[in-house]
RNA sequence: GGAGCAGUACUCAAGAGGCUGAAGAGGCGCCCCUGCUAAGGGUGUAGACUGGGAAACUGGUGCGAGGGUUCAAAUCCCUCCUGCUCCGCCA
């Protein structure tokens, strides 16, 4: 949600940025807000001042009373039940224009950043840079389900009875791997000075709306039955949410932090729940990341952001690249924003493994995130990053540590939370 | 889950239909005193969101949230949320 001041005061600038997002059925939108806008405006201010000689009257009213003046006062009331009808006939109104600007507010995409390539959707994304080889072995790497299922490590049979497709039961070597993963991205994370944070795994209607779209709602969360209560999708929910409608002071920013959560997603659309494998599911858990800084600082945040995971990631052995979201990619809340990808030796690609992002002011405004500064308030800045995924990172991590023999190598940095293992299957 | 009490600005806190956008205090600014470290005296100031205005200034909203009653609500009524105390239940 971008200010209705940009608008007002630079609103080519806004309509060009529209463009670059390929949305220009937006384009109108630009001047319908600022139509809107002036009405209301006019509106208020007629309203205002009838509701100033509202509280004026009542005010004389309540002077004569102690006067004992009840003729006089009486007769002021009638004057100030007209006045109230003439505010009953046009309030709707005010409300009306307030909640038509805020939608089209709501959907007016962000500026997004100058670095930020033009293209149309995520074919045009760029690879900005690669870190680690990315080798094809001699021999073929299996599909990710086959590798765990040879180390007895998946039951989908099982979880498909008690939960449904898209549900799994790790087990053994495999269950700990996932969990020495997520423990090692988390106390990464924590050595880089973030504070560890188990967040609610659940959330109200009203925070949801903050943090998402009606549509993105929909198709992502799950409801909690007689409940005012959703399961996360992502522990960004939750920590975004922690600051909802909260000042901040400046000395305690930055706020870096770490948090853990399990993630539940409907994901109904496009992809859905096809496969036999653990790629897409219905839930999986995270290692995820948040900062809100001052504003000057977001984009110092936001490169060394993505490099914790690209580093995270390189210590376990897989090779990655980042992809730059472009502008037609980016969803409307961002400035800026690139994936992380891991390499999939089978597939000979990268695939994407987590998501960094800077939301510049515009999630802060939606949610009412401030900063008291000496001459005024002004909203903070928030950005996340994907620290590491359960499901994809293991599936990354196994296509990139398995050997010929379906032994699976455990590198220097895990090897304490597998208990001194270098090896497992074998 | 049941009962009782409470929620006021950055913080604590007074207010119990009109004279309250909110006393008082902390905080913060300035001045003074004292001088081995933590305090004393004086004085000033602010406060959230927003409309108009170049500005001075001037309106509106705002006392946990949302409704209602009233000419007028922080104050009365209803619903919800949160906290505390007691009871019940339980990793």
Redesign the pocket.
Known sequence: MID??LIRNNKELVKENIKKKFQDEKLELVDKVLELDIEY?NL??T???L?????????????L??EGKKAE?LI??DG??I??EEIKAREADEIKYQEQIKEIMMVIPNIIDESVPVGKDDSENVEIEKFGEPIVPEYEIPYHADIINALKGLDKDAAGRTSGNGFYYLMGDIARLSTAMLNYARDYMIDQGFIYCIPPFMI?SDVVNGVMSFAEMDAMMYKIENE?LYLIGTSEHSMIGKFKGQ?I?KDELPITMTSYSPCFRKEVGAHGIEERGIYRVHQFEKQEMIVICEPSQSMEWYNKMWKYTVEIFRNLNIPVRTLECCSGDLADLKVKSCDVEAWSPRQKKYFEVGSCSTLGDAQARRLGI?I?GEN??YYAHTLNNTVLASTRALIAFLENNVNEDGSVNIPVALQPYMGGKTVIGK
């Open positions: 209705i001041n405006r208020k201010t309203l205002d001042d509701r100033s000689r509202r509280n004026k009257n009542s005010d004389e009213i309540g002077a009373m102690r006062a002021k009331k100030v039940m006045i109230n109200r005012d000042m002071k401030r008291k005024g308030n």
